[in-house]
């Protein structure tokens, strides 16, 4: 199963949790600024990601998600942070 890593880059707010925590410094702060005055996070290593989800579960703006791409015959898979109630 292939997966693929993104990040909201207006719903970030370049806390750095997700940076500090990645165990393969794929992530780090961008230098442009969203729309909403922030310098957000980014994949600057992409091919580093082992897509462990550990940066989705910290990011506190829910902006960080991983989800699996299905080969035919399998489901879809989805990792991202959520609150649960």
């Known amino acids: 199963m292939a997966y693929k890593h993104s990040i909201d880059v207006d719903r970030c707010k370049g806390c750095g949790l997700c940076v500090t925590v990645c165990p393969k410094s794929v992530l780090e702060i ?3 600024v969203n729309t909403k005055g922030y310098f957000p996070a ?3 290593r992409p091919e580093d990601c082992i897509f ?3 940066c989705c579960i910290m990011c506190p703006d829910v902006a960080i998600s991983i989800t699996g791409t299905a080969e035919p015959g399998e ?3 989805e990792a991202a ?3 649960e109630a």
């Open 30 to 32: 961008s230098e442009k």
């Open 42 to 44: 980014y994949q600057a």
């Open 52 to 54: 462990c989800t550990t």
């Open 75 to 77: 489901q879809r898979v």
């Open 81 to 83: 942070a959520t609150e």
